[in-house]
């Protein structure tokens, strides 16, 4: 069972949440809804989430097939639903840049495979209905 630790550290609603091995994320709201830019709001949280394990998969992926990953960046960008509470993620567009000598073909394929098939948070995003598309730049 995983575990995190959740306290409250800053105004009303700055929060610190910290996992069993110490690692620390400040968590805030909206300035719109009591918030002072203490943290990261929770929902923008998710989609690093998505980006952090996706990398995780495609990085992973194209070291096991001996390919040069010089450089790794991700542009991620969400549409959630309008009035209604909670508010989920509906639409999720990605944008993977990978830098090197990477064939095209393998890089192509590990984005597939990270996005459709391994990532963890793209599949609980995916269980909510949430639409997610992603494009690759390949930058030698």
Request: net charge negative; hydrophobic share 35%.
């Amino acid at each position: 069972m995983i575990r995190i630790e959740l306290e409250r550290v800053h105004g009303d609603f700055g929060f610190e949440a910290t996992d069993a091995d110490g690692h620390t994320v400040r968590i805030d709201t909206s300035p719109e809804t009591g918030g002072d830019h203490f943290g990261v709001r929770p929902m923008q949280m998710l989609l690093m989430g998505l980006g952090g394990c996706s990398g995780i998969d495609i990085v992973s992926i194209l070291k096991k097939q001996r390919q040069p990953v010089e450089g790794f960046r991700m542009h991620i960008e969400g549409e959630r639903e309008k009035g209604k509470e909670p508010s989920l993620w509906t639409d999720v567009r990605v944008l993977i840049e990978l830098r090197g000598r990477i064939d095209p073909e393998k890089a192509r394929k590990a984005c597939e495979l990270s996005m459709e098939k391994y990532c963890s948070v793209a599949a609980t995003l995916r269980a909510a209905h949430c639409h997610i598309t992603w494009e690759l730049n390949l930058i030698e």
